[in-house]
């Protein structure tokens, strides 16, 4: 039987965030700067590419959307179309089956764009390396700017990854 | 006696534990597939194609098998739908055919080094990729809509094609295979201990009930059996387990309709567990916590401390989540959405806030009862047959294996998946085409454990 409760709790705040990592935006500035790539701004768009994970990275990503890490109030947030992205997100050791859709979301994202593989198995094929049906990784196919190791990395990992990115991507 | 039990009787039989393997002629394989059994799992070895039936008369776990008449066997999908899938998967994985069955490619896209990597000789390469075939379009007044296989938000990679009439659709039509990984090459010849990595592997939303499967499997092979404590650990993740994926689910089917309050009590509340879980097990996904032969480590004792106080907030938190669903806008955008086999996203919704609600309360119990005693015993080196059941928040999963001197000859992991996708292309036929997402979300799709 459903009947309305009477108490009503509240949700949380959104948990204050750990600092960036200096040293990764350093890395990542310098990156830039050899690139002589044009600096995106305040706000990054995520498209997430899933390239043959096991759902266990998707599950960590969705939380950082959850209220508890409330991904928007840094100006990070996800797009349905690499189109409208800055950034791919990618999950997964890159399966051959999707290495064809991974190129694809890749071409039609615009430039200037960042590549970021998330997970072990996204960083160089995890315990499926060696398998005659994935790639070894996302940096097999394309370009690769940031790796976040973990199998499955915790949100709270990504997250600080992600602001890295941010930072300094920051005029 | 019932009638399946009566085909199956007079066959040979091998040693599978907790249940033998008649090894069938091709006639009495296609009597008993003629016969209303219910179809768990099919698969294949390098000789012979093998599949689990339960007889619902007798309430019996058939396990079967037949060997292979060059290179065919009698097909299952003509009396089994669901055998569809199975059928293209042991074609493209030993390349054995279904005679009368469906020959369509679904795990092999074209692109793998070599054709049938489970065979005793694997094939050579397609010479040209295998792009996905789908039914042509009946009429020209028909659209067609593919999505995937990079799919809208943060999910899984998989392509389902649409086949539109206006806005609603006529036809679906999934095609996986796409996050095949290679897991089952990955894991023969290798011991049990090492072969878990890639079973905890196979889904991570279900990770724990695909170890506890596996581990089973291992342990009726060996006819070992793991220490209490072990058991009772198991019982706890499972259960802790399917709590996190029913409110991950429940939290995406929310934020589908447009109910985000709805959305982020679940997701607050699986965040809270999970922590509570990477206190506990160290993991928060209890990725590699179960092993062949009993668990990896011990629980940590604050950690099971903090679990307790997640799940009391929780068991005080249902209500409020129930009645979000039960009521008002939520309730009324779920209801009569992909309907299937009589209900529809609102009951499949119910159905999980019950598990919720059950899985609880017997997470508490077993977190002040948990024996003590030792936490894995020594795998033999021995050879034998077996078959583990565990059940994932997306319903059974089965593992078999056969085990030659301690090491793996062959292994086959079945996902709820093979289950779930033909009734997901059921149910979208005939629905609205902008509820696909919702209606495949109510669902809870599993896709890297059936691509394997």
């Known amino acids: 039987m459903l009947k309305p409760t009477a108490r009503r709790t509240t949700l949380p705040p959104a948990e204050p965030a750990e600092p960036v990592d200096t040293e990764t935006v350093a890395l990542l500035a310098d990156r830039l700067r050899a690139a002589s790539q044009a600096r995106l701004g305040h706000e990054l768009a995520i498209r997430h590419v899933n390239t043959g994970s096991c759902n266990g990275c998707e599950l960590e990503i969705r939380a950082l959307t959850g209220v508890v890490y409330n991904l928007t109030r840094f100006g990070l947030h996800f797009v349905d179309s690499p189109r409208h992205a800055d950034v791919l997100l990618v999950t997964g050791p890159l399966t051959r089956n999707l290495r064809q859709a991974l190129e694809q979301a890749w071409d039609a994202t615009p430039e200037p764009k960042w590549v970021v593989a998330l997970g072990d198995c996204a960083v160089d094929g995890g315990v499926f390396k060696g398998s005659y049906a994935v790639m070894d990784g996302t940096s097999n196919a394309i370009q690769v700017d940031l790796t976040i190791s973990g199998c499955p990395p915790s949100p709270a990992r990504i997250l600080s990854g992600l602001r890295a990115l941010l930072e300094a991507n920051s005029p | ?283 928060r996904l209890m990725m590699d916590c179960v092993v062949p032969g009993g668990v990896s480590a011990d629980a940590d004792a604050n950690g099971l401390a903090a679990l307790r106080q997640v799940l009391a907030a929780l068991e005080d938190e249902i209500p409020q989540i129930r009645y979000l669903f039960g009521t008002g806008v939520l309730a009324a955008r779920l209801t009569g959405l992909g309907v299937i086999a009589g209900g529809d996203a609102a009951q499949r919704c119910r159905v999980r806030l019950r598990a919720i609600d059950r899985d609880t309360g017997a997470a508490i119990d077993l977190l002040t009862d948990l024996p003590e005693g030792q936490l894995a015993v020594v795998l033999p080196l021995e050879s034998g047959e077996g078959l583990g059941k565990a059940a994932s928040a997306r319903g059974d999963i089965w593992h078999w294996l056969r085990l030659d001197h301690g090491q793996i000859a062959a292994v086959f992991p079945r996902d709820p998946g093979w289950a779930l996708w033909p009734l997901a292309e059921a149910a979208l036929a005939s629905s609205e085409a902008r509820d696909a997402g919702s209606i495949c979300a109510s669902l809870g799709l599993p896709v890297s454990g059936m691509d394997l």
């Open chain 2, 1 to 283: 006696m019932s009638r399946a039990l009566e085909i199956v009787e007079p066959a040979p039989r091998e040693p599978c534990r907790p249940w033998p393997r008649h090894v069938l002629s091709a006639a009495q394989w296609s009597d008993l597939v003629r016969e209303p059994v219910t179809l768990l799992a099919a698969w294949a070895d390098p000789m012979q194609v093998l599949a689990l039936f339960e007889d619902p008369f007798s309430e019996t776990i058939l396990l079967v098998s037949v060997a292979m008449d060059a290179g065919f066997y009698p097909a299952l999908s003509p009396h089994h739908p669901g055998a569809r899938f199975y059928e293209r998967m042991i074609r493209d994985l030993w390349g054995h055919m279904a005679a009368g069955g469906d020959d369509g490619s679904w795990l092999d896209h074209g692109h793998w080094p070599h054709s049938k990597p489970l065979a005793i000789r694997p094939g050579p390469r397609p010479p040209t990729a295998d792009p996905p075939e789908f039914q042509p379009v009946p009429e020209d007044t028909l659209m067609q809509w593919p999505i995937g296989p990079i799919g809208l938000g943060i999910g899984e990679a998989h392509h389902l094609r649409l086949t539109l009439d206006g806005t609603r659709i006529v036809r679906a039509e999934s095609r996986l295979g796409y996050t095949h990984k290679g897991a089952l090459t990955l894991m023969r010849s290798k011991s049990p201990r090492i072969a878990a990595r890639f079973a905890a592997r196979l889904a991570g939303d279900s990770t724990v009930a695909h170890s506890i499967a596996f581990a089973k499997a291992t342990e009726a092979a060996l006819a070992v059996l793991a220490p209490p404590r072990a058991v009772g650990l198991r019982g706890l993740m499972l259960r802790l387990e399917r709590i996190a994926t029913n409110l991950d689910d429940l939290g995406t089917i929310a934020g589908m309709v447009g109910a985000p309050e709805a959305q982020a009590r679940c997701g607050v509340r699986q965040e809270y567990l999970r922590r509570g879980l990477a206190d506990a097990f160290g993991h």
